[in-house]
């Protein structure tokens, strides 16, 4: 047993195969894949990594397991599962994997567990059920479910590093009261408040930390800055799978892209508009390549270094949350008012574009007549 | 005003000159120079930089120089100092300092401010007085004394970030009874325990943290690549100074030093030899060089980037404290049995060698020869 | 200057007068009164008492009026009514309350400043101010308002002493951001988000902790060993006005109230019956004395001292809470979703019938009887 | 399996045996017993009681029992009496035992268990083992011992509620590496600096909290109002055995003890005089009845309500703390400079007398007189 000290959980206990696996390249190049990219230009505390967040997400696995009494086998499968969930991120994440096109970080994790851990572990492990969590089937859903390790670790995880209230959830709680019923992990009647409360937490999260119009400012400079580059030919679509974040920016920085030189000494730039869409612009924005026909508008007047467009999306809250009435499951959004409201809240909706100070009043003009048409 | 969130501090007051100075290049800069380069390699949180130290140095000094009421141009002036007192650091800080000749990230910050600096707010703030802090002068201890503001932060934040119980000081009680008297920093006699428990909070730090042996070793894989690649001309004095850390690191992979290769998939080490030197070991140790001739005997038979040597430091522990007894100051050292213990305490004294697994043995066995002559 | 540790906020610095006031017999007498009475039966650590909250609407106070720049005299004003504003609490507070006609606490404390508070500041302050602030009007709302000084202490202080992560809220954030504008306080647009979550968390606290179904019934029992002791004239109206809790408790157990002798060794009365009422017997239980009616008839079986009912009662969530929209000032809830749905939100609404062991079934069928009159 | 939400170790476990247990009525009757007797004079927040702190030993004793893998019966027998090592302490816990005569709250704890608690549990617990492990023999020194649970829960639980930072201790660490070799608890080698660092923490607790002056004096106010009322006749002794602190106090001051009422109203006597006792004087005062003496002497002046005198006692600071040196058991003093200061350390050693105002000069004096003779 291998004893490793965390900042959220306190200590974490790693037995020798974990230890293995976390030893592994794939695992350790997640040290340098930031957990939130972009977001510590707002709160500067946020540096933490995918690779803390795999070891907190095996922990709470390790615990919310013991609780629900698996099999030893079951439950060493699913804590390998659990520490690898995210090993198949590309650079920077989820910004790094919307500009790649037919890739999930899922499959990919997947993909490395079969290729490059599966032959460090597979003669003491069952690695065909690890691959069935890791697709989250069966039990994987003690670790993707809305309610799942993943969720519980990222919220306490990212309001610790962001210095934030919104995100202090219950976890104890819930891992203590979940339990599997009819194939499903439910909450029981009596702990909806603690459920309810999550979501919550996971809204204000959003709210105020993962879409802060100068985080989404940031995302979008470092998406640019690799989607020139690949356009370019100086990086490829590898690159950015097997990559590591820094690696990225500096080699970017010394090929000469000039956005990627902005970010990295934070001459962020600046709102030039930021709009609520109307119904026909905001159906215009997600039609397909919306970015791409606002981008080529504006680089008739603009060096394309010099701008970028932050588009709304909306990400889903239609939650599906199990609980336990008696000996019947309903839905939680079904039984409760805030989670019902909170599923048709749109979580930001604004259109932002942000350019170098220089040419940001010119800009703000351009777009707005371009926006006129609709 | 502008608000910024910080994960120790919570919300840190910005005005608009401090703002200006955060926002120039060699602020951003600390943003990529880590606060403890190698330690995460053991604590995996601890991913924090000297960029929010520098504002939580800021932080306390704002709130230490409200209590002490000094005038508003001293309190100015102290505040730039304390966001700029770590602004000179070079890439891995102590770690790239002490490969310097003739260098102190002192020094360099006053050069920064001077010639980088100190243009954009010179109309607005005396200058004069923040070299004079910079220096350490006057005010200027209230941010690099045994209880300054700077201490102050890092034993908060680097336990924040490891999860350790250890640095957790009462900074609120310190910052409320400590006073300027006779032109020193001083803690009234009632807060003697608070004082007492900060010298031993920060000696617990320095054993289970900053001198943590896997740490050490991280360190000096970093500080020999580094070296190594100096000596070969891959890199500049230059470029570890004004460099960050992980551009240097990705650099040194690329150019092909395998040390650094090892240490960013973490193929830290292994020990091979753990010994508590002689005497005359030791005195060995402390000469002129003593590591640049180890290194040389242990190059007859092994590739360089194969082993790294710790040799032992002995922090100094000779801490002035002053305490104010009705109209006199005395040294807390002469009234406190526990922090004179403190001082005659060996903070850690072992010395490492750590090399790749396949060498191991056979050079622990060479470094026991070699060590059997003293 | 005095400094008096607090769990909650850590040093509180209370000046000459303010300690004058605090070492009242009045102010005194609340370190007797319980903050959450009846509520440590359920989470143990809740033993804290009004007094430290009021040393914490204190220190709010001072924080906020700091920021907000008021004169020094209405500072000191409002701090002295902050310390005050829970002063003329009855033993149990609210519980006493309740069952006491024609008593308010804050006309109390209005009433106990004038008499006893005011001869000892009088020649210092103003103390025609600090009853215009203890009435809630003018500045007075910074304490008594739904985003006010009170309702922040409360609800951490609630949190910090059950263990629970509901009450979590970002009072500094607010501190920091509220103004007064056009004699309101007013929360600026950009921290709406803040604002909702205070709501939200003082709606999971209440449906946690200060409506939990077993901290009722043991509020309730209180209530109605009281009701019984003066009924029989065993105690006073100004007993309950002025006494300390355990004073009271101690002493109708030694003149034989069994049902606070159950009380005080937690032979808490169990659930008999739990029902959410229909319209009909909601409406019923609203009337004038439905109380009155249900013991009477209850009493016709089963002595007095053997059973409680639980009568829920809505408290209400129409928050005014004012939001400053460039000049204009809206309210939150017109505004916000989650706080408009939070409005019509019931926070609960179960009818509880609850009683010694030995007549539980029999009340049980009785009370059905009853109820299916309606 | 009852879960109860603590302040300090958020959800804690409880089985139905153990539900059992603690709804007794000695236990219930902890409720009223406080942690801490007088120190909410100087820390208001201290309100906790020893009920709370009687679960958080049991807990800590579950966590670290299921980590040494004892038997299923061993285990719960010492969960038990982990719950129950407090039980027999009287009001007032140890301010109420110093003054009774052939008391200890460890031999009245076994006591209860065997007249009111054995016959509960008996039929399905071995209540031998559990008498065995109150008297601290076998793994009962897994809750007594100098690093045993009832320690690690009273520092990190007496600190929550004062609001220190002195007793934050790494208790998951020792509970997670502490194990039972030879028949002893054994630290290993690398965990020296948690348990230095515990040893330290409790140092300061006394020096900050327990024997902070002001809380002297009103822990003494209320032995001297005990020992009136029992040489009045006023109470038995069997009254401070089993009554509860508010219970006496009340009932004292009912019975017009005006020390008592001091008390209450917190009109705490003022320090006259506080010294550092001379050798002889020293030697005098731990010279049987020397308390005794004194107060006669002072009785002949002043009314014995008006005033106490604080005795310096010195809590031993002899240690029995074993490391685990590869296979050898060595003392942590004889190992640790820090450890073996500490317990050369006089913890406090000022003689105090306090009085009421209006006599304060004149006993001052008298008690100066008295000194002198020594």
Redesign the interface.
Known sequence: MK?????????I?INEIEKKVL?S?PM??L??ISQLPGI?SV???????R??HS?GVLHFTDIFTKNLKLSEEDREALKIAALLHDVGHSAFSHVGEEILKNFSHEKNSLKIFKEKIAPLVESRLNAKKIEKYLKGKGYGIIISGDLGTDRLDYLLRDS???????G???A??LL??MEIYKNKLVVPEKSI?TA??LL?ARY?MF??VYLHPTARIAKEMISKGLRIAMKNGWISRDEIING?D??LL??LKELGSSIIGSY???GLFKKALVITPSPAFKSFLHSSNARGKIEEFLKQYFEENDFVVCIPDYPSQNFEVNIKQKKKVVQLKEIS??V???Q??PLQNTFILATKPKIRLEASARMKKFISNF
Chains 1, 2, 3, 4 share one sequence.
């Open positions: 004893i490793i000290r965390d900042a959220v959980h306190g200590d206990l030893d390249a350790q190049r040290r340098y510590s709160y500067p505390s946020a540096t933490h990594t690779f803390e070891l610790y590093f962001t210095g934030g209230v919104y202090k959830i219950d104890q709680r203590d009261s408040s309810e409360s919550l204000f709210s105020a590591r820094f690696e500096f080699y990295l000494e934070r008012p805030l019902k409201t909170l048709a809240l």
